[in-house]
């Protein structure tokens, strides 16, 4: 005696078989994603080597004044800066940065009209071997957050974003290949590519992977708020407008 097989609805996807018959296209389901978490990255190679010098004063600086401590330094193996964004030499690359990421608020729907961007945090790390940053996000009413990477040896740590909808992490379900990217991810890793900015908006939690090198890892970190302007500023004819990265 045979089944009777019932007709389930079908997802749509991006690749559609080339013929559908009527009782098909009855059951598509049609499918619409919404509160997308976005993480944008541009190769700025222009300013590494600037960066790097001036990284290196800062690091230099924050080795001499760090305490010292054995089984810190043994389970955290890291060098972390104090901020630096208003050291002139970096200023193209913090005006680039802080610009970039009005556009990103801005092209992500927030009314940015009366709103300016500045720099909260702008701090330098070097991550030796086994080092690692679990998992963190950033507050105080930050708003973006990101990273300029300056050396990146072979088997690095890799740059970690986690899903932020703490609803979907309590009951998900196992991923089936956790070696693809598909809506059950609960988290993506990226390789840092040297003079490579990424940003992602605050809200999103990261973190970096344990550091697999002799040779450390070396990276910009970097936070930005947003506040308002009672009167935004009128363009002056005599000052020279930076290129700035679009939204793709």
Known sequence: MSETVESTVEIVGEVCPPELTPEQMANRLAVEYHFPTAFYSIAKPEFLD????????????????????????KLFPVVMSNTFADDERVRDLVMYVAQTSWNILNEQGHDMRNQEVFIMDFWAQEHHMRSANEEHVHGFGAQITGFYVLEAPENCSRISLFDPRPAKRQINLPEANMEQVTYASHAVNYVPQPGTLYFMNTWVPHGFTRHGNEKPLKFIHFNLGSRWIATPPAPDANTEVQSTAEIV
């Open 50 to 73: 600037t960066a790097k010098f001036v990284s290196k004063e800062y690091l230099n600086k924050a080795k001499k004044e760090k305490p010292k401590d054995k089984l810190m330094d």
